[in-house]
């Protein structure tokens, strides 16, 4: 079974405008990790922000924002200001024990195109 | 940046081949992960070392083998490449041992074969 989804293949958003990139996961562990991360067209993943399970506010990296709402099972992203930069495809993913090596659980990714 | 070096970058060969990939890490942690990356399957975890000579399978380990002799060093084996295993491949490394911590990322190898 999928243990993360990710309902949106792609989203378009305005520059200077708010965006939340979707994400639901599936657990039946008291401790977990969730993460995001970016992967630009040059290819490289990049760590963006992460909430953990017991954590008892939302997570903030700057114009990032973790809406962790745990009773439903979901860890959307919130980008604020887009800017062009953040065209990229985007990927939520879960630590947990049960997974081997503690290894993350990514989704199929949401595609964001930035436009003018 | 986290100071993980992929080798190559990019690579194609042919079916029946061997191919090995190098992770290089000079952060000192003691976790080491190899994923593969196909579209519509996010990244999925090949084998994983938690020290040095230590390591065990992950989800998709079939036709593959991984080795670490050193801290630094993780190395991805296909002894016998098959066009399924066109891929994209990355390796992560992680600092501790549990669901808090994210991995970083190596920019990744592009490997082909034919």
């Known amino acids: 079974a999928q243990k993360i989804t990710q309902t949106q293949p792609g989203m378009f958003v305005q520059e200077k405008e708010a965006v939340t990139l979707d994400c639901t996961y599936d657990?039946?562990?008291?401790?977990?990790?969730l993460f995001w991360y970016k992967q630009p067209s040059s290819g490289e993943m990049i760590f963006l922000i992460y909430?953990?399970?017991?954590?008892?506010q939302n997570a903030t990296e700057g114009r990032y924002s973790l809406n962790f709402q745990k009773a439903r099972k979901s860890a959307n992203l919130v980008i604020s200001a887009s800017q062009l930069g953040d065209s990229a495809m985007y990927f939520c993913?879960?630590?947990?024990?049960?997974?081997?090596?503690?290894?993350?659980?990514f989704g199929k990714g949401t595609s964001l195109l930035v436009t003018p | 940046d986290a100071g993980i070096t992929q080798s190559p970058r990019h690579k194609v060969t042919e079916t029946g081949t061997p191919v090995t990939l190098r992770c290089h890490q000079t952060e000192n942690h003691r976790y080491m992960y190899w994923y593969r990356q196909d579209p519509g399957h996010g990244l999925r975890l090949i084998h994983y070392?938690?020290?040095?000579?230590?390591?065990d399978k992950g989800e998709v380990s079939d036709g593959y083998s991984v080795s670490r002799s050193k801290t630094e060093d993780f190395l991805l084996t296909l002894e016998s490449a098959t066009s399924s295993q066109t891929s994209v491949y990355f390796c992560?490394?992680?600092?501790?041992?549990?669901?808090?911590?994210?991995?970083?990322f190596g920019d990744g190898t592009r490997l082909s074969i034919l």
């Open positions: 070392s938690y020290g040095v000579k230590d390591t």
């Open positions: 657990t039946s562990d008291p401790s977990y990790g």
């Open positions: 993913a879960m630590r947990e024990a049960s997974n081997s090596g503690y290894a993350l659980n």
């Open positions: 992560a490394i992680s600092e501790e041992w549990g669901a808090n911590q994210p991995q970083h």
């Open positions: 909430q953990g399970s017991y954590d008892q």
